[in-house]
């Protein structure tokens, strides 16, 4: 990431959350939001990157903290939206994580 000013946090809420990520110094935000099926299994339903971000490897630092809590936590990934999808399809190393 080439933006040292970036900081992910992850905001749970009932039935899922969001991963945001806010760069020092900019408005805009990019989030990854997820839905909770189950216990131990999280839809990853939309990555959202404002166009003024991109390019800056800003869905790929969400993607990665999802990878890293999921690793953590012990559970698995649905990846419905089609950044984490891709995502998977570019770390065969992550197989063990997806779910469906």
């Known amino acids: 990431m080439s933006d040292s000013g970036l900081q992910i946090t992850h905001q749970p809420q009932p039935g899922g ?3 945001l990520a806010r760069i020092d110094g900019e408005e805009a935000a990019g989030y990854l939001e997820w839905e909770a099926s189950g ?3 999280r839809i990853a339903a939309h990555t ?3 166009a003024r ?3 800056r490897g800003i869905a790929a630092a969400l993607v990665e903290q999802l990878i890293t809590d999921a690793r953590a ?3 698995r990934i ?5 950044y ?3 995502s998977f399809a570019r770390h065969p190393e992550w197989a ?3 779910a469906g």
């Open 96 to 98: 063990e994580l997806r």
């Open 17 to 19: 959350g969001r991963y």
């Open 78 to 82: 649905v990846p419905q939206c089609s």
């Open 48 to 50: 959202v990157v404002p």
């Open 73 to 75: 936590d012990g559970f």
């Open 53 to 55: 971000l991109r390019g």
């Open 39 to 41: 216990a131990r299994v």
């Open 84 to 86: 984490v999808a891709a």
